[in-house]
């Protein structure tokens, strides 16, 4: 069975941090390309960073440059978001994803992912 686990999430100041994980079990994560996504309440789930199989990051929302940083550990098939300086605007429930498709390009639309995880919340809050 195909799953992917997120964890991390929490209440943290507003310029504290957070580490997101997302373990996948019944699939490799360094073949498949792995995004994470986050939902505001009464907003459309948006792309924050993505990962291809391949190791290249690219950067999905220009709000968390230099703030967010995406990374893999092939030997624990987890996918994790390091989340550093976070801000009010960045509240909301956090979800990973991946692509079936093998060695496939990252992307900012929830469209092409195809296994998603059930989200961790995120809070920001002093």
């Known amino acids: 069975q195909l799953e992917l686990v997120e964890s991390g999430g929490g209440l943290v100041q507003p310029g504290g941090s957070l580490r997101l994980s997302c373990a996948a079990s019944?699939?490799?994560?360094?073949?498949?390309?792995t995004g994470w996504f986050r939902q505001a309440p009464g907003k459309e789930r948006e792309g924050v960073s993505c990962i291809s199989s391949k190791g290249g990051i690219t950067n999905l929302a220009d709000s968390v440059k230099g703030r967010f940083t995406i990374s893999r550990d092939n030997a624990k098939n987890t996918v994790y978001l390091q989340m550093n300086s976070l801000k009010p605007e960045d509240p909301g429930v956090y979800y990973c994803?991946?692509?079936?498709?093998?060695?496939?390009?990252?992307?900012?639309?929830?469209?092409?992912?195809?296994?998603w995880g059930q989200g961790t919340q995120v809070t920001v809050s002093s």
């Open positions: 019944g699939f490799t994560l360094d073949y498949h390309t």
């Open positions: 994803a991946a692509r079936a498709r093998l060695y496939s390009a990252c992307s900012a639309y929830v469209g092409p992912y195809d296994y």
